[in-house]
């Protein structure tokens, strides 16, 4: 009964790879999200989907590409995998931040490691 | 573009010691929110503070919001080695309707027995 999951936890790869995570949340929330945690551990974000829609997109490379299905799931997909992506990578979701309401709640997060 | 500072950037202290970490920014929030992140793990919060002046005790947790609404500090009593994580504020500026959350970059405390 997991919250907000992630797969897969560990992703290791070669350059130039194209790799998707997925994330799931079985919250009944509106409001996901993409974030990337450095190895300096600073936490930034990268998209917001709301019911499907994109929200937020921070000046992320067009490599990557958010794709949700429904409202329950938004999965990343990244091409031409380089070496400055290597990081750990959290979704999160969010009830009404509109109302505001934005608790965020976080998957476990993918440690992506690119060679 | 907002910012949110944190400090100290690092700590380590023994148990039973009280610590105060701090976040700070230029601007002003509609709410603040702190995280406490252990390794391995996401992120999960501890509480939100809306109000200027705000206090909120969660058990030896306290969390104060300045009164202008542009930082807040987290007190920690008598700490003991399940608080080692990482403590995250984050800021909503509350301008747009989809609210982006801003994360400061974190005060890493380390509990020793």
């Known amino acids: 009964d997991t919250a907000v999951s992630q797969t897969p936890k560990y992703l290791v790869t070669q350059m130039g790879n194209d790799k998707s995570i997925k994330c799931e949340q079985n919250l009944g929330h509106d409001t996901m999200y993409w974030y990337k945690q450095d190895s300096k551990k600073f936490l930034k974000i990268m998209f917001s989907?709301?019911?499907?829609?994109?929200?937020i997109n921070e000046t992320v490379p067009n490599r990557f590409s958010p794709k949700s299905p429904d409202k329950a799931h938004l999965n990343l997909h990244i091409n031409s995998l380089e070496l400055g992506d290597s990081a750990v990578y959290f979704c999160?979701?969010?009830?009404?931040?509109?109302?505001?309401?934005?608790?965020?709640?976080f998957g476990p997060g993918t440690r992506l490691t690119v060679l | 573009t907002q910012l949110l500072e944190q400090s100290p950037q690092f700590l380590s202290i023994q148990e039973g010691e009280n610590l105060t970490v701090y976040c700070n920014s230029s601007?002003?929030?509609?709410?603040l929110q702190w995280y406490r992140q252990e390794p391995g793990e996401g992120p999960v919060l501890l509480v939100t503070?809306?109000?200027?002046?705000e206090v909120k005790k969660l058990k030896r947790l306290t969390f104060q919001f300045g009164d202008a609404r542009k930082d807040s500090s987290l007190h920690i009593t008598a700490a003991q080695p399940g608080d080692t994580g990482l403590y995250l504020c984050?800021?909503?500026?509350?301008?747009?309707?989809?609210?982006?959350?801003?994360f400061g970059p974190g005060t890493s405390l380390s509990v020793i027995p």
């Open positions: 999160a979701s969010s009830q009404d931040p509109a109302s505001g309401d934005n608790e965020q709640f």
């Open positions: 984050a800021g909503d500026d509350g301008k747009t309707s989809y609210d982006k959350v801003i």
């Open positions: 989907y709301n019911n499907k829609e994109l929200i």
């Open positions: 503070v809306v109000t200027g002046g």
């Open positions: 601007s002003v929030f509609s709410s």
